[in-house]
C-alpha cells in the first residue's frame, strides 16, 4: 500500500476537482452542500459524487447508479432550533411528509417536579424519522433522503454502492473502488470526505472493510472517537392515545429501581414514541433479552407511567443498540482526505446533526481556504474540532451538576423551586435560570455560555433565595398541614405574571370586576395543572370540591364543607373554617356565565368582595387544563379588636400558604383523575 506524503507546498483544490464523500446521511450531504456552494461563490468548477449504500439500485439488472433510500441510521430524529435555523441559511424547507412532529414544550423530569419550557414562538424544534422505519412501515418521506435530494440538486452526483478499497496513486490522488450492480468499478479522486458515521458496519457475512478501515488505510495515524452504547427503540401508541402526547419532548434526569440510567429521552412523532436510553444498565446489555428486560423496568417507573397518556397502549416496533459519541478522533485528516459527522466528534449526547452540519461547513471553507494536504487541513480543519473538544469539556461539568443537582430529591426540589420562583417573580427577559435550562435541553447554546451562566453570582443567589429558602419555608408549611406526597405525581402548577394578567381579564370581565367589588385585587393567586382528562370527567370529580369524603384537598387544621344547595348548582354554599373556627368564610357558586367556568363569590369571613373561579380549558387532545383563580381584598374591621383580629390573620395566612395547598391539593386531583380509570399497560414487544 502506498501512503502519499505532503509536501512544503499546500496541494490546491484544482478547478473542475472531483470530490468523493463516503457516505449519504446528513454529514456527507452537507458536506456536498457546502463544498459545491465555496466553489460556486469562487467561480470554480467542482464534480462531486456521494456513495450511499443505502441507495443501492434495486433489482438484479439495472442500469441505474442508484435507488430509493431504505435504509435505518439509527438515531432519534430531533431537529433542534439552531439547526432548524441553519437548514434555513442553507434555504432547506422541511416538508411536511418528512416532519413528524412540531414539539411544543420540553419537559425536564427530575426527582422532585418536572420543569416544563414551552418552545417560544421563534424558535422551531421538529421530531422527523432519519430513515425509513420503524420497522414494517417503510416510509418514503425521511430526513436523510430529503438532504440527497437537496445535495443532488445543488449539483451532487449520488452513486447507490459501497466503497470497499481506498488507495493513493502515485500523483497522490485518492483511487476508490466500489461495488455497483453486482459490478466493481473505481474512482479517481482529488479530495475524500469520510462521512459514515460510527454506526457503519459491512453487511453480515461480508468480508469488506467499513469507514473506519478504509480511512486509516489513507491515514494509519487515524483514530475513531470513543463510543457509548445507547438503547433506543421505538413505541408505536395504538387507539387514540397517540394525540395526548402528540408536541412534547421529555428528558428524564433521574431513574429509580434497579435501572442505572443516566440519560434518557422521549421525542413524539406521528403515532409513535422515540426513547432514547443512555446508562450503565444499558452497557451491559448484550442481548435482545437484556434489552427488553431494560426497557420492560424502564416503562414500570412510576414517573413514565405519570408522562405518558393514561389509557396508553403500546406496541414495539424495533430496537436498536447504536453507538454515541463521547469524545474526539485523532487525527481525523490526512493528504486529501478528512473526516467530518460521527467518525470525527461530535457535540456531548446533543444535537449530532447539527455538529455535522458545522463541521461540513468549517471542512469547505478550510479546503478552499488552505488547501487539501494534511498540514493544509490541520490549519483550517483541527480548530473545528477543537473548538467540539473545548465545548465537550465545558459539557461534562454541565451534565455531571445536572444529573447530580436532578438525581437527588432535595436538590431537584430546590432546582424547581429555584424555576418556579423565577417564573412567578420575573418577566419573561429577567429569566436567567429558564435561560439556561432552556440552552441545555434544547441545544439551543454553547456548552460554554451556559457552564459560565451557571456559575454567575447572580444565578448562585437566585438558587438561594428563590430555591433554598422558598424550599425550606414551603417544607415547614407542609408540615404544619400533614401534607404527605407518598405516591402522588408532583407537577408543575405555577403560573407567570404575564399569564396571571390574561387570565384576570378572561375569568373576571368587567361586569364580573363590578359584581366581586375588584378592580385590582389586594391578594391575587391563580394556578394551573395540565389533567390528562376529559372537561366532563374533570369536572365530575370537581364536584367533590366541599363533600366530606372527597379524596382530594384535606390538609390539617382547614374543614371544607358544603352547607347549602347541590354540588355544582347555583346559589350552593361551601363554608371554610380554618384553625378550628378561629377563621372562616363561605363561598357561594354564581349563575354559570359560560361553559367549563364555576364561579364562586366570597361572602363573609376574611374577605371583602372577591371571588372562587375553577376554569376547565378543554385541550385538542381531549385533554384538560384546570386552573383555579383566587381573589378578593382583606377584611379591614371596624372596631380596634377586629382591625388587630384580621391584621394577625392576613400574617399568619399569607400567600405562600395558599400556594402549598393548592400546589399540592392539585397534584392529588390530577393523580386521582388519571389512575381512577387507567387501564393495565399493554406493551406488546
Known amino acids: 500500500m502506498h501512503i502519499w506524503r505532503t509536501e512544503i507546498e499546500p496541494t490546491r483544490i484544482r478547478d473542475g476537482a472531483t470530490v468523493a464523500i463516503v457516505g449519504g446521511g446528513p454529514a456527507g450531504a452537507f458536506s456536498a452542500m457546502h463544498l459545491l456552494a465555496q466553489a460556486r461563490e469562487r467561480g470554480r468548477k467542482l464534480q462531486v459524487v456521494i ?11 439495472t442500469a441505474e447508479s442508484r435507488g430509493p433510500y431504505a435504509g435505518c441510521p439509527q438515531c432519534a430524529g430531533g431537529i433542534s432550533p439552531p439547526l432548524y435555523q441553519a437548514l434555513q441559511d442553507l434555504g432547506i424547507t422541511l416538508p411536511p411528509d418528512v416532519v413528524q412532529a412540531e414539539i411544543s414544550s420540553i419537559t425536564v423530569q427530575g426527582c422532585w417536579k418536572s420543569i416544563i419550557l414551552p418552545v417560544p414562538r421563534d424558535r422551531k424544534i421538529y421530531s422527523v424519522y432519519r430513515g425509513t422505519l420503524p420497522f414494517g412501515q417503510h416510509r418514503k418521506a425521511c430526513f436523510d433522503a430529503m438532504l440527497l435530494g437537496v445535495a443532488m440538486d445543488c449539483g451532487a452526483q449520488l452513486i447507490g454502492g459501497r466503497v470497499f478499497l481506498a488507495n493513493y496513486s502515485a500523483d497522490g490522488r485518492v483511487e476508490l473502488a466500489y461495488m455497483l450492480n453486482g459490478l466493481e468499478q473505481e474512482l479517481s479522486a482529488d479530495f475524500v470526505v469520510f462521512a459514515c458515521g460510527v454506526n457503519d458496519k459491512p453487511e453480515k457475512g461480508s468480508s469488506l472493510p467499513g469507514a473506519v478501515e478504509l480511512l486509516q488505510q489513507l491515514q494509519p495515524d487515524y483514530v475513531p472517537p470513543p463510543l457509548r452504547k445507547a438503547l433506543i427503540f421505538e413505541l408505536e401508541m395504538l387507539g387514540d392515545s397517540a394525540q395526548s402526547f402528540a408536541d412534547e419532548l421529555h428528558y428524564i434526569e433521574s431513574t429509580s429501581g434497579r435501572l442505572q440510567l443516566e440519560m434518557c429521552s422521549m421525542l413524539s412523532k406521528r403515532g409513535y414514541i422515540t426513547v432514547t436510553l443512555i446508562g450503565k444498565s444499558v452497557d451491559a446489555c448484550i442481548n435482545h433479552k437484556q434489552n427488553l428486560r431494560v426497557i420492560r423496568d424502564f416503562m414500570d417507573l412510576p414517573r413514565i407511567r405519570r408522562a405518558l397518556p393514561p389509557k396508553m397502549q403500546a406496541s414495539i416496533r424495533c430496537i436498536c443498540n447504536p453507538n454515541l459519541v463521547v469524545g474526539s478522533a485523532t487525527m481525523p485528516m490526512g493528504h486529501a482526505v478528512a473526516a467530518v459527522g460521527d467518525m470525527a466528534t461530535s457535540r456531548q449526547y446533543k444535537d449530532g446533526i447539527l455538529s455535522a452540519h458545522n463541521m461540513a461547513q468549517g471542512l469547505a471553507a478550510a479546503v478552499f481556504a488552505e488547501g487539501v494536504d494534511c498540514n493544509s487541513l490541520q490549519r483550517g480543519y483541527s480548530p473545528i474540532i477543537a473548538g467540539f473538544n473545548r465545548d465537550n469539556r465545558y459539557a461534562a461539568i454541565i451534565f455531571f451538576l445536572y444529573r447530580w443537582f436532578f438525581a437527588s430529591p432535595t436538590f431537584s426540589r430546590i432546582i424547581y423551586q ?49 430555591g433554598v429558602l422558598v424550599t425550606l419555608r414551603n417544607w415547614l408549611a407542609e408540615l404544619f398541614f400533614g401534607l404527605d406526597w407518598k405516591g402522588i405525581g408532583r407537577v408543575p402548577t405555577v403560573v407567570s405574571a404575564r399569564e396571571l394578567e390574561a387570565k384576570r381579564s378572561m375569568l373576571l370581565p368587567p361586569p364580573l370586576h363590578q359584581v366581586f367589588g375588584l378592580e385590582l385585587p389586594e391578594f391575587e393567586c391563580i394556578y394551573t395543572v395540565h389533567v390528562r382528562a376529559s372537561p366532563d370527567n374533570t369536572l365530575q370529580l370537581l364536584a367533590e370540591f366541599g363533600e366530606e369524603n372527597r379524596p382530594y384537598l384535606n390538609p390539617r387544621w382547614v374543614d371544607i364543607r358544603r352547607t347549602q344547595g347541590e354540588a355544582l348548582e347555583a346559589g350552593s354554599i361551601i363554608q371554610y373554617s380554618i384553625f378550628g373556627g378561629l377563621i372562616s368564610f363561605a363561598i357561594e357558586l354564581q349563575p354559570a356565565t359560560r361553559e367549563n367556568l364555576l364561579v364562586y363569590k366570597i361572602k363573609d369571613g376574611f374577605a371583602h368582595g372577591g371571588a372562587f373561579v375553577f376554569e376547565l380549558e378543554p385541550r385538542p387532545s381531549g385533554d384538560t387544563d384546570l386552573t383555579v383563580y383566587l381573589a378578593f381584598d382583606y377584611a379591614r374591621g371596624e372596631s380596634v379588636p377586629a382591625q388587630c383580629y384580621w391584621w394577625l390573620f392576613r400574617h399568619l395566612f399569607p400567600e405562600f400558604v395558599h400556594d402549598v395547598l393548592w400546589n399540592h391539593g392539585l397534584c392529588e386531583f390530577k393523580h386521582l383523575i388519571e389512575t381512577t380509570d387507567r387501564v393495565p399497560w399493554a406493551l406488546h414487544a
Not at 456513495?51 to 439488472?61: A, H, I, K, W, Y
Request: proline residues 5%; contains cysteine.
Open 51 to 61: 456513495f450511499e449504500r443505502n441507495c443501492q439500485p434495486r433489482g438484479t439488472v
Open 418 to 466: 429555584t424555576f418556579a420562583s423565577e417564573k412567578k417573580g420575573k418577566p419573561e427577559h429577567a429569566r436567567r435560570f429558564k435561560r439556561i435550562f432552556w440552552a441545555i435541553s434544547s441545544g439551543d447554546g454553547a456548552y460554554e455560555d451556559i457552564a459560565r451562566s451557571m456559575l454567575r453570582p447572580a444565578t448562585l443567589w437566585s438558587i438561594f433565595v428563590g
